[in-house]
T-cell receptor, first 111, second 113 residues
Framework: EDKVVQSPLSLVVHEGDTVTLNCSYE??????LLWYKQEKKAPTFLFML????IEKKSGRLSSILDKKELFSILNITATQTGDSAVYLC???????????FGAGTTVTVRA | GAVVSQHPSRVICKSGTSVKIECRSL??????MFWYRQFPKQSLMLMAT?????????EQGVEKDKFLINHASLTLSTLTVTSAHPEDSSFYIC?????????FGSGTRLTVV
């Protein structure tokens, strides 16, 4: 059974701080790792990672994957209150298109 | 980009009644759609994989007779919660995409009273 563990479960920071979220995984026949941001409704897609060591960036967010150590990190720099959300990590096996989600990290950014 | 429409966004029903939730891919064809359930402060749990023209594949512990899935066309999958009970109250989300995992519907908040 695929397993995804995220840490920390929650954190509180002040605007301007940098946060690093962790995601470790065990999956049969790894295909990809995905990061999502979830506010009040359904998750919105952030990144999909398939190759080790290649950083993906989108504005103040960036993510990288280590397929040898089986983990990924998501960084958010210069945090803003709008970054407050639950960040979900999911892995996809190559046998099917199913996603296994971690429990999520709740990020609260205070003004 | 790929758009997935889910309806209704919110529904309240009485115990014992059935509720149907629709998931549509608006600008692409989806042979496979996924249904997830999310309880408060928990992550998404895959319930079933909906396959166009064939039976859905249910995850372990999900009752197929209670959660009926129909995927009659390449753009529409429906999830019917039959004989709903208060413990079925949850947030139900579908996913479909030319590249599965990218796009989620907006979710349906089901409350059974």
């Amino acid at each position: 059974e695929d397993k995804v563990v995220q840490s920390p479960l929650s954190l509180v920071v002040h605007e301007g701080d940098t946060v690093t979220l962790n995601c470790s995984y065990e999956v049969t026949n790894f295909r990809s790792l995905l990061w999502y941001k979830q506010e009040k409704k359904a998750p919105t897609f952030l990144f999909m990672l398939t190759s080790s060591g290649i950083e993906k960036k989108s504005g103040r967010l960036s993510s990288i994957l280590d397929k040898k150590e089986l983990f990924s990190i998501l960084n958010i720099t210069a945090t803003q209150t709008g970054d407050s959300a639950v960040y979900l990590c999911a892995v996809e096996g190559s046998n099917d298109y199913k996603l296994s989600f971690g429990a999520g990290t709740t990020v609260t950014v205070r003004a | 980009g790929a758009v997935v429409s889910q309806h209704p966004s919110r529904v309240i029903c009485k115990s014992g009644t059935s509720v149907k939730i629709e998931c549509r891919s608006l600008d692409f064809q989806a042979t496979t759609m996924f249904w997830y359930r999310q309880f408060p402060k928990q992550s998404l749990m895959l319930m079933a994989t909906s396959n166009e023209g064939s039976k859905a594949t249910y995850e372990q512990g999900v009752e197929k007779d209670k959660f009926l899935i129909n995927h009659a066309s390449l753009t529409l999958s429906t999830l019917t919660v039959t004989s709903a009970h208060p413990e079925d109250s949850s947030f139900y989300i579908c996913s479909a995409s030319p590249r599965p995992g990218y796009t989620f519907g907006s979710g349906t908040r089901l409350t059974v009273v």
